[in-house]
């Protein structure tokens, strides 16, 4: 039996963004607790995207591996990722009980991904605890079916090499990427819904326009409910995360969004039906960081049907 629906699980930011998209309020599948199969599911998987915030309530984003079991669940509204797992060491200090916490399972084989978004409870020597306040799955478009082709990266990893101005290997890994991960917070604001959260996005690559330290991200037609673009209207700042699927490289970005809802831009691009900008802070870049590799299998059909900027970076 599936736990009961959340009364409203919109926040403000939400609810502002799909009347700025035109769409009213969806219907919606998001429960305050986790369905048997999503549990499962977590505990299926051998790597989880992951979102909180640092000291100055920045958005951060990572990817946590381990081997099949590395994440758990003893109750529907309890997550645990083992004291095994491979962590990026600067995101472990970040890691503090009652911290909003945003967790995303996603399985490239088979195109599915579960959201669960709750905060910290604990992070000691049985590892990660996670209290989980709002869960729901999400569709498979734009998910390029991949296969993991290699599980130990042999390659040698080096230090992250910090930046404030885009260099040459972080554009290539974006105007290569056919995927990233975006983490946004609702921030600080007393409202229904907050928290950390961090979601997918895929296109084609070349889907990303790069000008200078700015991004401009089309936003493809989703779930309508809004709940990257609604945090972006209450807590402008984010993170994306870029992973270079060959070699296990990470590129992290932190910056400032600001969305369009009306552009004469959209029309450049085949499947947008708004856009968004991501004015580039800082980032860093760092090779081999995960020891996980995979290979593409297949371009998801609604990614087909996507369009590229003219001019690729």
């Known amino acids: 039996m599936n736990p009961p629906l959340k009364p409203q699980p919109f926040h403000e930011g939400e609810l ?6 035109g769409t009213g309020t969806p219907g919606f599948a998001i429960r305050e607790m986790m369905p048997d199969q999503h549990r499962q599911f977590f505990s299926s998987l051998r790597f989880a995207m992951v979102a909180t915030t640092d000291n100055e309530g920045w958005p951060v984003a990572t990817i946590v591996t381990g081997p099949q079991g590395f994440i758990s669940s003893k109750d529907p509204q309890s997550l645990r990722i083992d004291a095994t797992a491979h962590w990026q060491e600067s995101f472990i200090p970040l890691l503090v009980s009652d911290k909003a916490i945003g967790m995303l399972g996603i399985e490239f084989s088979t195109r599915r991904r579960n959201r ?16 989980v306040e709002q869960s729901f799955g999400n569709c498979p478009k734009y998910i390029q079916a991949r296969e993991v082709s290699n599980e130990k990266n042999d390659g040698p990893t080096s230090s992250k090499e910090f930046f404030t101005q885009l260099n040459d290997a972080a554009k290539k890994i974006i105007s290569d990427a056919d995927t990233f991960f975006v983490a ?38 989703g779930n309508r409910y809004f709940n990257t673009l609604g945090n972006m209207l209450v807590e402008p700042r984010a993170a994306l995360l870029f992973i270079d699927f060959l070699r296990g490289d990470l590129l992290h970005l932190q910056g400032r969004t600001e969305v369009l809802w009306q552009s004469n831009e959209t029309g450049n691009l085949a499947g947008a ?18 020891p996980l590799q995979w290979s593409l299998r297949e371009v998801a059909p609604t990614t087909e049907n996507t369009g590229v900027w003219r001019e690729r970076n």
């Open 184 to 221: 946004t917070t609702s921030g600080n604001e007393a409202m229904n819904g907050t928290g950390a959260d961090i979601s997918h996005r895929g296109g084609r690559p070349g889907f990303i326009r790069i000008n200078g330290n700015m991004l401009t991200i089309p936003d493809f037609i």
């Open 16 to 21: 502002r963004a799909q009347v700025a998209a």
């Open 273 to 290: 039906e708004r856009l968004w900008r991501f004015h580039i802070t800082s980032g860093w870049i760092k090779s081999h960081a995960i």
């Open 116 to 131: 669960a978004n709750g905060y910290v409870t604990a992070f000691d020597d049985d590892g990660l605890h996670v209290h």
